[in-house]
């Protein structure tokens, strides 16, 4: 059974940072393609995306803030975000696509707030 788990999420103030991990079992990790994405509202919109081969891409609201990166030998994805703005006050959710489905855990809140 494919399981993740996100943890890490929490209150900060405007400037801050956290680092957001998320521990995947029940599949082989290092091939598959690793995502966060958060969601505020009804939408749950991509925030980084880090594949097999360590190629990242980042949405236009977080880029040169947020990294997302990858340890294979702990199963376990991470986002480290810096320079927090409210704005990215959120539900943050990690996702595994495996052999064209998703899989995605039950999310960390985040909350920027002074």
């Known amino acids: 059974q494919v399981r993740l788990v996100e943890s890490g999420g929490g209150l900060v103030q405007p400037g801050g940072s956290l680092r957001l991990s998320c521990a995947v079992s029940?599949?082989?990790?290092?091939?598959?393609?690793m995502a966060w994405y958060r969601q505020a509202q009804q939408q749950r919109d991509m925030v980084a995306i880090i594949?097999?081969?360590?190629?990242?891409t980042y949405s236009d609201s977080v880029k040169g803030r947020f990294t997302i990166s990858r340890d294979n030998g702990k199963n376990t994805v991470y986002l480290q975000m810096n320079s927090l703005k409210p704005e990215d006050t959120a539900v943050y959710y990690c996702?595994?696509?495996?052999?064209?489905?998703?899989?995605w855990g039950q999310g960390t809140q985040v909350t920027v707030s002074s």
């Open positions: 996702k595994l696509n495996r052999f064209g489905l998703d899989y």
């Open positions: 029940g599949t082989p990790f290092s091939i598959y393609t």
């Open positions: 594949d097999s081969g360590l190629s990242t």
